[in-house]
């Protein structure tokens, strides 16, 4: 089984400064990784995903993660933030076709002026 | 493109009554179809997957039922809502050898 672990649950950052989202997963099999983004009160949204190939994924709304198989992590970056990129966001793991997605509690990100 | 869609997107419901939110998906054929609930301020918790129609597995004992009458279509049911069944509930699909999962634009039900 797999589980995921997003350790921070909220996360505020300054307009324009970097910021980092924590992603940690445990599988026993080779995974496919993924971060959403849900803005308030609707869906959630793909920002990007790993399946295989180079672990330095770009994804849309200038973000990006990298996949780290011996730490067992998918961190999220975004180099620069605008007050619009406030949402929470899930990073999720799978290691089956299309039946077991498992997601993390999510991590606020509040994106301050 | 495919796309997918849920109704109705706000719900407020008495306890006791029943409920039925209803999820389409567009462009595919043969999907792998979820429901999800989130709590306010919580994580996702799976409810209901399928892989055909008539085919549901169940992920944790509860109020409420899942039907899949058609391939595109999966409804969520209860016959008598309960306070915590309030939440925003989430329709999802996948492809049925794909691996990515994409959601609808999810449902808001308040049960008072």
């Known amino acids: 089984a797999q589980s995921v672990t997003q350790l921070d649950s909220q996360v505020p950052v300054f307009e324009e400064a970097p910021v980092e989202l924590r992603c940690n997963y445990s599988?026993?099999?080779?995974?496919?990784l993924f971060w959403y983004v849900q803005y308030p009160n609707q869906g959630l949204q793909l920002l990007l995903k790993?399946?295989?190939?180079?672990?330095l994924v770009k994804g849309i709304n200038g973000f990006e993660a990298e996949f780290n198989k011996s730490q067992t992590s998918f961190h999220l970056r975004k180099p620069s933030v605008h007050i619009s990129d406030t949402a929470e966001y899930f990073c999720?793991?799978?290691?089956?076709?299309?039946?077991?997605?498992?997601f993390g509690p999510g991590t606020r990100l509040s994106v301050l002026p | 493109s495919q796309t997918i869609h849920q109704w109705p997107a706000t719900l407020v419901q008495p306890v006791g009554s029943p409920l039925s939110l209803e999820c389409t998906v567009e462009?595919?054929?043969?999907?792998?179809l979820y429901w999800y609930r989130q709590a306010a301020g919580r994580g996702l918790q799976l409810l209901f997957y399928?892989?055909?129609?008539?085919?549901i597995s169940s992920e944790v004992p509860q109020n409420l039922s899942a039907s899949r009458p058609q391939d595109r279509q999966f409804i969520l049911s209860s016959k008598k809502l309960l306070l915590s069944d309030s939440g925003f509930y989430l329709c999802?699909?996948?492809?049925?050898?794909?691996?990515?999962?994409?959601f609808g634009e999810g449902s808001w039900l308040t049960v008072v």
């Open positions: 999802a699909w996948s492809k049925s050898s794909g691996n990515t999962i994409y």
């Open positions: 599988s026993s099999v080779s995974v496919y």
């Open positions: 790993y399946l295989s190939g180079s672990t």
């Open positions: 999720a793991v799978t290691s089956n076709y299309g039946q077991n997605f498992v």
């Open positions: 462009g595919t054929s043969n999907p792998n």
């Open positions: 399928s892989v055909g129609i008539g085919q």
